[in-house]
Nanobody
Framework: VQLQASGGGLVQAGGSLRLSCQAS????????MGWFRRAPGKERVIIAH????????YYVDSVKGRFTVSRDNAKNAVYLQMNNLRPEDTAVYFC???????????????WGRGTQVTVSS
């Protein structure tokens, strides 16, 4: 599945952004979807993921309560609503299609190009 993330930009601390990831190709609903980010000088890490049906989502502690992942399988899209953004959220954000093992993200299959999010203090 081909993926393209969008919606990044420059925002002040405390602000909000909504990232979108549009998929095309193989059946989107067959995949769990994950959002990852790579901060300057750091490795890419997963921050949120959602089940194939969208009935459950999981977050790392640093974004829990501020970020919400959702998906619309009819539109082949997954979203990341980011509220109360902090300077430490500055990163390139990526979406990925993959598979879960229980509630854990297990393996990535496809990646999209990232979108830059910059949060100023």
């Amino acid at each position: 599945v081909q993926l393209q993330a969008s919606g990044g930009g420059l925002v002040q601390a405390g602000g909000s952004l909504r990232l979108s990831c549009q998929a095309s190709g193989r059946a989107f609903s067959n995949y769990a979807m994950g959002w990852f980010r790579r901060a300057p000088g750091k490795e890419r890490v997963i921050i949120a993921h959602i089940t194939k049906s969208g009935n459950a989502a999981y977050y790392v502690d640093s974004v829990k309560g501020r970020f919400t992942v959702s998906r619309d399988n009819a539109k082949n899209a997954v979203y990341l609503q980011m509220n109360n953004l902090r300077p430490e959220d500055t990163a390139v954000y990526f979406c990925a299609a993959g598979v879960m093992d229980g509630i854990r993200w297990y393996e990535d299959y496809d990646w999209g190009r990232g979108t830059q999010v910059t949060v100023s203090s």
